[in-house]
């Protein structure tokens, strides 16, 4: 199983911008479909955003369509998730992981890498 590591989060002002990077260990991404998605104090794990694993297709929530953009480097082995106008209500832990639904990963994958923390706050 592809294993993966968030990085990249921090401190940031509303209206600022922060890159977070998802990097795959011990096996190609390409096959995949990733799945950004965070989690906020007292709330619920949600799905933020998912790219396919031909890169042909993406998804973003409502609350960060036009804000947020998802890209993958095969080359690489790693998957991008560019916040651009944050917002306090962004604030959360930011996980990535090898599907679309955290319904899938929590059911089938079981597993949940350490996350980026992600403040925004002024």
């Known amino acids: 199983q592809v294993q993966l590591v968030e990085s990249g989060g921090g401190l940031v002002q509303p209206g600022g911008s922060l890159k977070l990077s998802c990097a795959a260990s011990?096996?190609?991404?390409?096959?995949?479909?990733i799945g950004w998605f965070r989690q906020a104090p007292g709330k619920e794990r949600e799905e933020v955003s998912c790219?396919?694993?031909?890169?042909?297709?993406?998804y973003y929530s409502d609350s960060v369509k036009g804000r947020f953009t998802i890209s993958r480097d095969n080359a690489k082995n790693v998957v991008y998730l560019q916040m651009n106008d944050l917002k306090v209500e962004d604030t959360g832990v930011y996980y990535c992981?090898?599907?679309?639904?955290?319904?899938?990963?929590?059911?089938?994958?079981?597993?949940w890498g350490q996350g980026t923390q992600v403040t925004v706050s002024s």
């Open positions: 011990g096996l190609p991404l390409d096959p995949y479909s």
């Open positions: 992981a090898p599907s679309c639904s955290v319904a899938y990963v929590n059911t089938f994958i079981r597993s």
């Open positions: 790219i396919s694993s031909s890169d042909t297709g993406a």
